[in-house]
């Protein structure tokens, strides 16, 4: 994933969701300033507009279940999410982590630190993608040695193959079907458990 950088903020497609009183329609200025698309929502509706970048989250108790269902309903991975809070406490930080925030500004609104929240919370978010699908390759690949693994001890114990040969015939097989060694692995496991019943673990 490419590394944000600040002249790609004018990118960004940003919602407010908060009334449109004087601290929303400050967010929304500001926005409007830096040159982003922004769309202002209220009341929550049932899911966030589309490709969202950074959403920028009133936090109002009376809307509490519309705000926090409106986010789990939004599509994955969702945006950045920064909280807009007009106090702090217990019950205010545990909603701000129901949501999912990853940054937090306070009110009223000023425009100085809007700017700095957009950025730390977007570049946080794309921190942690990057972060998740570096996570996800490993353990896809883990997966993968264990399956070829697992292909191998059934040539070994069938056809009293070396285990270098083994892994050279399900290289070459997956060559000659144009598929992954993974997958010519799998279908060797597969072909086992089919003709002789459970496969070697």
């Avoid at 946080?124 to 993968?144: C, D, N, P």
Wanted: overall charge positive; aromatic content about 6%.
């Amino acid at each position: 994933m490419p590394r944000f950088r600040l002249r790609d903020l004018r990118d960004l497609f940003v919602v407010i969701v908060h009334p449109s009183d004087s601290d929303g329609r400050a967010m929304l200025e500001q926005m409007e300033r830096i040159g982003c698309r922004t769309e202002l929502v209220w009341p929550p509706k049932r899911r966030l507009p589309p490709n969202a970048d950074v959403v920028f989250l009133g936090l109002f108790f009376d809307s509490r279940k519309d705000i926090t269902n409106m986010i789990r309903r939004s599509e994955k991975p969702g945006p950045a999410i920064i909280g807009v809070v007009d106090y702090e406490n217990p019950a205010m930080l545990e909603f701000v982590l129901e949501v999912g925030a990853i940054a937090v500004t306070s009110k009223p609104v000023r425009s100085f630190g809007i700017l700095t929240n957009l950025v730390v919370g977007y570049s946080s978010m794309l921190r942690q993608f990057e972060a998740q699908e570096r996570i996800t390759r490993l353990e896809k690949k883990l997966l993968g040695k264990k399956v070829i693994a697992k292909a191998k001890a059934i040539l070994i114990n069938m056809h009293g193959f070396s285990e270098e040969d083994a892994y050279k015939l399900i290289r070459e097989q997956a060559m000659y079907k144009r598929t992954t060694i993974e997958d010519m692995a799998q279908a060797i496991i597969n072909a086992n458990e089919l003709l002789s019943g459970p496969s070697l673990s």
